[in-house]
Structures are given as structure tokens and as C-alpha cells.
């Protein structure tokens, strides 16, 4: 203990050490690592634990999230496995509020080293499996109930904790399951948001996950439940972000695009003086898609830069795959092959490290799209059937849009193929589905062609035409796939 005082007063003469109301700050962080790898492991054990317990009261003082991971850190390496356990069961919902996931499923895995049994603990089950759907592991959150989810019926007849898990796993389930109706999981989201009875909290949480998925099945009533049944209640300054992040989540799809541009605007400004969390990640990627269908295509890239790089320092390389495929997307459409290609390669690394074909089966479709932009008819057709095998049984409106979409950009690589009526018909359902809901310029263009293909110029026209001047959620330019497709009808 003499050493440590002693060293502990050498950092604080030298400037490197300071103090808040009750917590003792390194304000160097060379010289944390550098003071730690000299101490003793039972003198650094001793340090980390004075440090957790500091810390755990400041947060008591504070409700501050980031000093809360703070000590989780220290109380980890402290050696004290009883404490540890104590910490992660008493904190566990600030923990999850707090966005730093792998973190808190380090700490778990810690303590199962010293008390195995705590995995098969319920509490600690409902814990990893909110924390995994956090950090992007959606088939290892859902892993349980893969195939086998059930919606119970009677919300009243589970736990506030309970209610939470399934908001998590219905949150994984809908871009993981192989068999689940999304259309059902948006519903039961619905009906949470609308249940007055639970706190406003998990109710938020509902309505986020069944507007998400609502964008997806281009449900707009559903996600007009979720938006509704909990605006009112919105009120209070300390709801503030979550009144923004639902008004985001429902104007960028169904509501006021002004009024998601405005709002997307506001919360990129305000992600930038936030420590990283992956609710600050998520709100820095939903503006960013919000900029993407306003026109603002450069300020989604830097937004959704922003992301992928706060992903990294989470750790949490799931999440970035999504930034990197949407600005891949959209150097896509504008023809930036060489940005294409770096992205592609970001992808791929993110990619290598997963095993979810489900839920990243998004990837694989885009790296289609790229073939037949290429002219790679064998890798397109390579690619296109992977994506076939891995779509779930019934996927959301959307992603079987996409699919039509690829399967007719496929067939057009070949010059003497003309399409048949039912697959028209089939693509022109499709297309009426989706078309309000945002990303349909690429389908809209094959299909035109594919009717130009098949003899129906005129009607290849109408369609064009009504697209971009009716059904088009966004408000900038048109693709390039579709600007070629409609040169292409017009030329004839």
C-alpha cells in the first residue's frame, strides 16, 4: 500500500492526476497504461477496487452512464467476482442504457470464469440478449428461439424485464429468423407502445423497433400506432431525445421529410458532443438515411462515416456494417466505382468475421447489384442465388422487392431475353408496394426495362414517369440506373 501512495502522489505532483467531487481522474491516458503495467497485479487490484467503488458512488451521485461503465471496467479487473455480481445485477439497466454492450458482455463472461451458473440465470439471459441486439449479434440474440418464437397474447402476464427481452429478441428475430411473419413482430410492437400499463420507457423502445420494421414490410398503419400511442406522452424534458428519435424514425418514411431533415440535422449536431454508445451510433445512422432520402447524399456519407467509425471504437463491427453497405449504396447510384470498391472491401472484412446469413444477407445483395453493374453475368447469377437461399420464409416487402429486382437485373444481362407476363405482373406488385417507402429506383428501373423488353414501351414510360413524379420518396436526383433506364424507354 506504500507504494501505491507513493506513486499515486508522484502522479498527482506531476500534473497527471486530478480530482472531481468524489472521483480520482488520469488525465494523461499514457499514464494510466503506464502506471498500471508497473504496479503489482495485487497492487493494481487493489487500485482498480478503491477506483470501482469511487466511481460506483459518483454515478450514484451523478446518474452520469459513462462514469457507470467506468466502473463496471474497474470492478471487473478488481478481482472481486462476489462484487462483480453485485455491480452488474444491481446496475443492469443503467448498463444496457448505456450503449456499450460488448463491454458489459465482457464483464458477464468475466464472472461466469469464477460462477458458471449465472448463464443460466433468467436475469442474466434477459441481460445478454438486449446487450447482443445492441451490439449488432442479432442471430446470437435470438439464438434461443431461432424458428420458434412465440408472441404470447396476454402482455400483463409477464415482467417489465420480460417485456424488455422480447422487445430485444423481436428487434433480432425480424432480421435473423429464418420463419418469423414480420409483419406479426411489427404488430406486437404496436401493441406494446400502445400499453399504457408498462413504463414510457419500454414503450419508447417498442415504438422504435416496430417503426423500423414497419419501414421494412411498408406497414404505414402500424407504424402510425407506434407513433401515436406514444407522442403524448412524450413530453417531458428527460424524453426529449426519444421524442426526437420516433419523430425521425416516422416523418423519414411515412410522415414530413422536412420535418426528418430538420430533425437529422439536430442529432448529428448534438451525436458529436456525446460519448459513443450504440443509441448515440443508432441515432447518428437513422439521420443519416434521413439525409440520404432528403437528396443530402454528401451529408449522409459524412454522417454515416461518423458511424462506422464510432462502431469501431464500440467494438462493435456489426454495426458498421450497415454504414458501410449504405454508403457503398450510394456511391453506387452516383458512380463512384473506386468508392464502391473500397466499401466493398470493408464489407467483406466485417462480413469474414460473421455467421448470420440472414440478417447480412442485405451484403450479399448488394455485391449482386455490383455484379450486374459490372456486366459479371456468372457472378451475378452466383450471387443472386445465394441471397435466394438465405432470404427468410416470408421476408418483409421490401427485401422480396429487392430480390424481384436483382433476378430481373440478372436476366437483362443477357440481350435476347425477354420476360414473361407473370413475371412482370409479379415485379409490378411489387413495385406498388414499396414504391412510397424510399430505395425503389433500382427496381423501377429493371422493371421499366424488362417492359421495354417485353413490348410494353409506353406502359415502361407511364411508369417511369409516375414514379418520379408521384410514388418517389426522395427528393434528389434520380439514380443513375434509372436515369439510363428512362433514356433507354425514350429512345425507342
Known amino acids: 500500500m506504500h507504494e501505491l501512495i507513493h506513486a ?13 467531487h468524489a472521483a480520482l481522474v488520469i488525465t494523461h491516458e499514457l499514464v494510466r497504461w503506464v502506471a498500471l503495467r508497473r504496479m503489482s497485479p495485487l497492487v493494481e487490484a487493489a487500485l482498480r477496487a478503491a477506483i470501482s467503488d469511487t466511481l460506483e458512488a459518483e454515478y450514484t451521485r451523478t446518474r452520469d452512464l459513462v462514469i457507470l461503465h467506468e466502473a463496471l471496467v474497474h470492478t471487473e479487473h478488481s478481482g472481486r467476482p462476489e462484487v462483480l455480481l453485485r455491480f452488474l445485477t444491481h446496475h443492469n439497466e443503467g448498463l444496457i442504457e448505456g450503449g456499450r454492450p460488448n463491454g458489459v458482455l465482457s464483464s ?63 428487434d433480432s428475430a425480424h432480421r435473423a429468423d ?23 420507457t419500454t414503450r419508447i423502445r417498442a415504438a422504435e423497433v416496430g417503426l423500423v420494421i414497419a419501414a421494412n414490410t411498408c406497414d404505414a398503419p402500424t407504424a402510425l400506432q407506434c407513433y401515436t400511442s406514444i407522442q403524448h406522452d412524450l413530453g417531458a424534458p428527460d424524453l426529449e431525445d426519444a421524442s426526437q ?18 430533425i437529422a440535422k439536430e442529432t448529428i449536431k448534438r ?23 432528403c437528396g443530402d447524399s454528401d451529408g449522409a456519407i459524412q454522417a454515416f462515416k461518423k458511424h462506422f467509425e464510432m462502431a469501431e471504437k464500440l467494438s462493435a463491427p456489426r454495426l458498421g456494417l450497415y454504414s458501410a453497405w449504405q454508403i457503398a449504396q450510394i456511391d453506387l447510384e452516383r458512380g463512384d466505382n473506386g468508392s464502391v470498391t473500397a466499401w466493398n472491401r470493408k ?33 451475378a447469377n452466383r450471387l443472386l442465388a445465394e441471397v435466394k437461399a438465405n432470404q427468410p420464409k416470408l421476408p418483409p416487402a421490401k427485401a422480396s422487392a429487392y430480390v424481384i429486382a436483382l433476378e430481373l437485373g440478372c436476366e437483362l444481362l443477357s440481350t435476347k431475353w425477354a420476360p414473361h407476363d407473370s413475371l412482370i405482373e409479379a415485379a409490378l ?64
Not at 8 to 20: A, H, M, P, R
Not at 245 to 262: C, H, K, P, S, T
Not at 274 to 292: E, K, M, N, Q, W
Not at 360 to 370: E, G, I, K, L, Q
Open 8 to 20: 499515486l502522489e508522484q502522479l498527482e505532483l506531476s500534473g497527471c492526476l486530478s480530482t472531481s
Open 108 to 170: 458477464i463472461r468475466t464472472l461466469a470464469l469464477s460462477m458458471p451458473h449465472i448463464l443460466e440465470d433468467r436475469q442474466f439471459e434477459i441481460v445478454q440478449s438486449r446487450l447482443n441486439t445492441q451490439a449488432g449479434e442479432y442471430r446470437r440474440a435470438v439464438q434461443n428461439h431461432l424458428g420458434a418464437l412465440q408472441i404470447p397474447g396476454d402482455l400483463r402476464a409477464l415482467s417489465i424485464p420480460e417485456v424488455e427481452e422480447l422487445i430485444a429478441i423481436v
Open 178 to 200: 429464418p420463419v418469423i411473419d414480420r409483419n406479426h413482430l411489427a404488430h406486437f410492437a404496436g401493441v406494446v407502445a400502445s400499453s399504457t400499463h408498462l413504463p414510457i
Open 245 to 262: 428519435r420516433i419523430a425521425l424514425l416516422f416523418n423519414a418514411i411515412f410522415g414530413d421529410l422536412a420535418v426528418a431533415e430538420q
Open 271 to 293: 451525436a458529436e458532443r456525446r460519448f459513443p454508445s450504440t443509441v448515440v451510433a443508432g441515432d447518428i445512422s437513422r439521420s443519416a438515411f434521413a439525409l440520404r432520402l
Open 347 to 379: 464489407l467483406a472484412t466485417i462480413l469474414a468475421e460473421t455467421n448470420d446469413p440472414i440478417s447480412t444477407s442485405f451484403v450479399t445483395a448488394h455485391y449482386c447489384r455490383c455484379a450486374i453493374e459490372e456486366k459479371n453475368k456468372a457472378a
Open 429 to 492: 406488385l411489387k413495385h406498388t408496394q414499396t414504391a412510397a417507402f424510399g430505395t425503389t429506383d433500382f427496381l423501377t428501373a429493371v422493371l421499366a426495362e424488362s417492359m421495354h423488353r417485353a413490348g410494353y414501351t409506353q406502359k415502361a414510360r407511364d411508369l417511369i414517369d409516375n414514379y418520379a413524379k408521384s410514388a418517389r420518396r426522395e427528393r434528389g436526383a434520380l439514380s443513375r440506373a434509372l436515369t439510363t433506364a428512362a433514356k433507354k424507354v425514350r429512345l425507342t
